[in-house]
């Protein structure tokens, strides 16, 4: 499984970014789907996840209320929409996906491919 992962930049505080994330070489209706991110000088966490059909959907309580994550089975394709965007959300963002779980959550360790990253800085 391939992923890439784009639509990072610089935004302003309170300003908003879609992420996307193109998985090819497997089905993509067969992926559980995530997004994470290592700010720097942290350790990667959780932010977002959805199961195969978009069913399950979890968040990080620092995201809750202002992201959203999607997937379009047809284009192959996760989303990351954030909005209301703070300093303290600047980080790596990177993509995950999971062949063997319906749905797998916040536990970076189900996660068997992942993808480039993509920088997302928030300016004060």
């Known amino acids: 499984v391939q992923l890439q992962a784009s639509g990072g930049g610089l935004v302003q505080a309170g300003g908003s970014l879609r992420l996307s994330c193109a998985a090819s070489g497997r089905t993509f209706s067969s992926l559980a789907m995530g997004w994470f991110r290592q700010a720097p000088g942290k350790e990667r966490e959780f932010v977002a996840a959805?199961?195969?059909?978009?069913?399950?959907?979890s968040y990080a309580d620092s995201v809750k209320g202002r992201f959203t994550i999607s997937r379009d089975n047809a284009k192959n394709t996760v989303y990351l929409r954030m909005n209301s965007l703070k300093p303290e959300d600047t980080a790596v963002y990177y993509c995950?996906?999971?062949?063997?779980?319906?749905?797998?959550?916040?536990?970076?360790?189900?996660?068997?491919?992942w993808g480039q990253g993509t920088l997302v800085t928030v300016s004060s």
């Open positions: 959805i199961g195969r059909s978009g069913v399950g959907i």
């Open positions: 995950a996906a999971d062949p063997t779980s319906f749905y797998s959550g916040s536990s970076s360790h189900k996660y068997d491919y």
